[in-house]
């Protein structure tokens, strides 16, 4: 059966659109309460309920008496110190080299729960009837990549990493053994926060083969999603093995 979409998240959903797409810039004035409400067919509660939220969420700046404006977002680059590997090898005099191991564009019906419930993705984005000659990077959700990262030649990190493909549209046809991911989605999308876990895990046997270690031996795992406009821009997933890496900072 399938499920509806609530009607003040369809209006949050198509004011997204409009920033992605470049229709509505920052600082430009979005479409009245009044005009919202008429469009979607619903009362002007709903709507400020849609406007309300994503003014939490810094996407929208309510003023009052001027009406509702797309946010200025106030970085330069980024509000997320996001750690880039072959910087880090780099500024410690070792080699570094990428290997792609592969790169897909995944439709909403090839999604597992996780990645649906990390992007958002509804069931009803699951397409009906999909046709055997369609291209799959025409319907594609979100593009996918895997690479190896090499210190002096050892493999020292596997990056398994998801992206809203809507978002950012050019991701897949870059060459990530030149191009770092965490670079080109900064240039392309300035994440304005973000969340991180870091666990040690026994590698499973595919991970142990990218890594060139023994099955089953200690990795430290740093998942991290980031966000750009309120919304999950990308999560990746980056194995390291347990013997040539550790995480250090200062307080």
Do not use: C
Not at 3 to 29: M, V
Not at 95 to 117: C, F, G, H, P, W
Not at 145 to 172: N, T
Not at 203 to 224: G, H, K, M, N, Y
């Amino acid at each position: 059966m399938t499920k509806t979409i609530p009607a003040y998240q369809r209006i949050k959903n198509a004011i997204l659109d409009n920033i992605h797409s470049g229709k509505w810039q920052a600082g430009n004035a979005i479409s009245t309460e009044m005009a919202l409400a008429e469009k979607f067919g619903v009362s002007r509660m709903t709507v400020n309920r849609a406007l309300k939220e994503l003014s939490e969420e810094r996407v929208l700046e309510r003023r009052q008496g001027s009406g509702t404006f797309v946010a200025q977002q106030q970085f330069n680059h980024t509000f997320v110190e996001v750690r880039n590997i072959a910087e880090d090898l780099k500024s410690a005099n070792r080699d570094y080299e990428a290997q792609v191991v592969s790169k897909r564009a995944i439709t909403a019906d090839m999604l597992d729960n996780e990645l649906r419930r990390k992007f958002g993705i509804n069931e009803e984005s699951v397409p009906v009837n999909t046709s055997a000659q369609t291209d799959a990077s025409d319907e594609a959700v979100l593009y996918e990549v895997k690479i190896i990262h090499f210190a002096d030649g050892q493999p020292i990190q596997f990056e398994e990493r998801w992206v809203d493909a809507k978002k950012v549209p050019k991701f897949i046809d870059q060459d990530f053994s030149v191009v770092n991911t965490s670079d080109y989605l900064i240039a392309k999308s300035p994440l304005e926060s973000g969340s991180y876990t870091i666990r040690a895990l026994a590698a499973p046997d595919e991970i142990a083969e990218f890594l060139q270690i023994a099955p089953q031996s200690p990795t430290l795992v740093l998942r991290r999603q980031t966000y750009s406009a309120g919304q999950v821009v990308t999560f990746v997933k980056m194995w390291h093995a347990g013997d040539r890496y550790q995480f250090s900072g200062e307080l």
